[in-house]
T-cell receptor
Framework: GENVEQHPSTLSVQEGDSAVIKCTYS??????FPWYKQELGKRPQLIID?????GEKKDQRIAVTLNKTAKHFSLHITETQPEDSAVYFC?????????????FGAGTRLAVHP | DAGVTQSPTHLIKTRGQQVTLRCSPK?????VSWYQQALGQGPQFIFQ???????QRGNFPDRFSGHQFPNYSSELNVNALLLGDSALYLC?????????????FGNGTRLTVT
């Protein structure tokens, strides 16, 4: 069945360092890959997304890369700040005809230490 | 412009009981999806409603059912509650006409089954 694996499960970095989270998906038909940030007790919020026709997308300190051949995609956060501390989830889906069932990874707990 | 609203925020039920959770989508959205998020895990897709019909379903038993109303709001019903049903239940809304637009999540309903 459809599956998304996410690594690492926990990540601890010093403020100013970079953080990288990696995901692998199983359904080669997937064409949309969002990343969500969830702070403790709050709702998941989209931070960046990428479609399958693009290999890389950047938004200020956040970037996502996609390797369709290997079915890998990664989140890169540069110049990390304490407010980046949260749980990050990757997800994958085939968007077709309005259907958009997201398959989520298990999450990465990122801790940024001052 | 109100985002996705869910009620109640917390709920405690006993094994074997039934529960109904409610969701109002973001203004302008017509599609509602429900996700179950167990502690320390990523959200898992339960089902999606559009035009008052269930059109996609995840790997959840028939004890989980739902409904969508003409105003696009939705309910999630769970019968014969099990301890394993304890989780955060998230509602997410989207626009059928803009499938690549991000899912907007509510704050969730935390269900505890004792």
């Amino acid at each position: 069945g459809e599956n998304v694996e996410q690594h690492p499960s926990t990540l601890s970095v010093q403020e100013g360092d970079s953080a990288v989270i990696k995901c692998t998906y199983s359904d080669s038909a997937s064409n949309y890959f969002p990343w969500y940030k969830q702070e403790l007790g709050k709702r998941p919020q989209l931070i960046i997304d990428i479609r399958s026709n693009v290999g890389e997308k950047k938004d200020q300190r956040i970037a996502v890369t996609l390797n369709k051949t290997a079915k890998h995609f990664s989140l890169h956060i540069t110049e990390t700040q304490p407010e980046d501390s949260a749980v990050y989830f990757c997800a994958a889906t085939l968007i077709s005809g309005g259907y958009n069932k997201l398959i989520f990874g298990a999450g990465t707990r990122l801790a940024v230490h001052p | 412009d109100a985002g996705v609203t869910q009620s109640p925020t917390h709920l405690i039920k006993t094994r074997g009981q039934q529960v109904t959770l409610r969701c109002s989508p973001k203004s302008g959205h017509d599609t509602v999806s429900w996700y179950q998020q167990a502690l320390g895990q990523g959200p898992q897709f339960i089902f999606q409603y559009y035009e008052e019909e269930e059109r996609q379903r995840g790997n959840f038993p028939d004890r989980f059912s739902g409904h969508q109303f003409p105003n696009y709001s939705s309910e999630l019903n769970v019968n014969a509650l099990l301890l394993g049903d304890s989780a955060l239940y998230l509602c997410a809304s989207s626009d059928q006409q803009a499938p690549y637009s991000p899912l907007h999540f509510g704050n969730g309903t935390r269900l505890t089954v004792t």
